[in-house]
């Protein structure tokens, strides 16, 4: 069965520290990747996202992300968070017709 | 203005008496999903739809149903809501086809059965 799962539930890091987000995802193939953000209240707002070809690829609001096909991975990264990105994150995984999302990650940032 | 819009936003029901969550979507998208978004559980997909008349069954489609007689609309159904349904509802949209999905979602339905 298809699944994909984010370790980490919760995170917290410093304002102009970096981040990574994990990913991990469970399918025969290479899967059409996404990374979303909901922000509180609010609904989800597309980060990223990775269908074929390199390998590293760029999002909204200095957000990356590297796929690792032999880890079946597909981690987020932040060179330097900022306050506004405290969110919680989801990846998600399609397959030809359906849609897997994690469980999600919520992030708080210090000051 | 690019925008999948639901109705109501928030609704709190009884147990047994059937509902409707609207869906529209303006972006002429053929792919549109349901989910369900629970604490821990992250979202769900109940429903999908490919295209007008074609719907399928996502990951936990039970006590739900869903039509899509036009491109832009795909409502939810509940006939008979139970509590285990309360939760926070999201439609979305995308394109369909090769390096497509890009999901836009609409703002969320919170449903409270009791």
């Known amino acids: 069965a298809q699944s994909v799962t984010q370790p980490d539930i919760h995170i917290t890091v410093s304002e102009g520290a970096s981040l990574e987000l994990r990913c991990n995802y469970s399918?025969?193939?290479?899967?059409?990747l996404f990374w979303y953000v909901q922000s509180p209240g609010q609904g989800l707002q597309l980060l990223l996202k990775?269908?074929?070809?390199?390998?590293l690829v760029q999002g909204i609001k200095g957000f990356e992300a590297e796929f690792k096909r032999s880890q079946s991975s597909f981690n987020l990264r932040k060179p330097s968070v900022h306050w506004s990105d405290a969110a919680e994150y989801f990846c998600?995984?399609?397959?030809?017709?359906?849609?897997?999302f994690g469980t999600g990650t919520s992030l708080t940032v210090i000051p | 203005e690019a925008q999948v819009t639901q109705n109501p936003r928030y609704l709190i029901t009884v147990t047994g008496k059937k509902l409707t969550v609207t869906c529209s979507q303006n972006?002429?998208?053929?792919?549109m999903s349901w989910y369900r978004q629970d604490p821990g559980l992250g979202l769900r997909q109940i429903y999908y739809s490919m295209n007008v008349e074609v719907t399928d069954k996502g990951d936990v489609p039970e006590g739900y149903k869903v039509s899509r007689k036009e491109k832009r609309n795909f409502p939810l159904i509940l006939e008979s809501p139970s509590p285990n349904q309360t939760s926070l509802y999201f439609c979305?949209?995308?394109?369909?086809?090769?390096?497509?999905?890009?999901?836009?979602f609409g703002p969320g339905t919170r449903l409270t059965v009791t």
């Open positions: 998600a995984v399609f397959t030809g017709n359906q849609f897997y």
């Open positions: 990775y269908f074929s070809g390199d390998t």
């Open positions: 979305a949209s995308s394109l369909a086809g090769r390096f497509s999905y890009e999901q836009y």
């Open positions: 972006m002429n998208h053929e792919y």
């Open positions: 399918y025969g193939a290479t899967p059409y």
